[in-house]
T-cell receptor
Framework: QKEVEQNSGPLSVPEGAIASLNCTYS??????FFWYRQYSGKSPELIMS????GDKEDGRFTAQLNKASQYVSLLIRDSQPSDSATYLC????????????FGTGTSLTVIP | DGGITQSPKYLFRKEGQNVTLSCEQN?????MYWYRQDPGQGLRLIYY???????QKGDIAEGYSVSREKKESFPLTVTSAQKNPTAFYLC??????????????FGDGTRLSIL
């Protein structure tokens, strides 16, 4: 079982719609959760960090964490063509919690 | 501006040659990491370091070596033992936390290819 699993997609949504991206993780000891956006050929850039159960909102982005279900999601409201990218879920883990495990990413395309 | 600088942006390796990828950060972060990214495989951890003069192997350390002589610098050497080095290499850093870890910040990456 992989430490972090994401649906690879591709996920296509029309402009203005809500995009929903999901991620599950296997290490119950994980305490820190992150969403990154990666444009083709570029390095990942941080979108959101979340540490507590519930929702965290930042602009058009909302991260949701459910530690009991070992599930973290990212909602993108009012999706824009510029949101088209691969979204990576990352979770801390390993002995001491000092490793970061990344999912393989979900490819999102926002159709104008 | 604080950030992570990776160089070179593109690198070509001849068979049997060792090459070194540079990573420098001025964020005063304690922890530094090297990842390899292949198409469709996400990021795989090569090595990481939490303090100067100490580093740990990640999931795919074979054929790679690192050093951490300064807090700001964490160079990666791809040795001739790494038979399939073609990939996108990413360096990252983060501030260690007490239980909670701060996010990693990434450099722009180095693309390594075999000649």
């Amino acid at each position: 079982q992989k430490e972090v699993e994401q649906n690879s997609g591709p996920l296509s949504v029309p402009e203005g719609a809500i995009a929903s991206l999901n991620c599950t993780y296997s290490d119950r000891g994980s305490q820190s959760f992150f969403w990154y956006r990666q444009y083709s050929g570029k390095s990942p850039e941080l979108i959101m960090s979340i540490y507590s159960n519930g929702d965290k909102e930042d602009g058009r982005f909302t991260a949701q964490l459910n530690k009991a279900s070992q599930y973290v999601s990212l909602l993108i409201r009012d999706s824009q063509p510029s949101d088209s990218a691969t979204y990576l879920c990352a979770v801390n883990g390993g002995r001491g919690g000092n490793q970061f495990y990344f999912g393989t990413g979900t490819s999102l395309t926002v159709i104008p | 501006d604080g950030g992570i600088t990776q160089s070179p942006k593109y690198l070509f390796r001849k068979e049997g040659q060792n090459v070194t990828l540079s990573c420098e950060q001025n964020l005063n972060h304690d922890a530094m990491y090297w990842y390899r990214q292949d198409p469709g495989q996400g990021l795989r951890l090569i090595y990481y370091s939490q303090i100067v003069n100490d580093f740990q192997k990640g999931d795919i350390a074979e054929g790679y070596s690192v050093s951490r002589e300064k807090k700001e610098s964490f160079p990666l050497t791809v040795t001739s033992a790494q038979k399939n080095p073609t990939a996108f290499y990413l360096c990252a850093s983060s501030m260690a936390g007490q239980g909670l870890w701060q996010p990693q910040h990434f450099g722009d990456g180095t693309r390594l290819s075999i000649l």
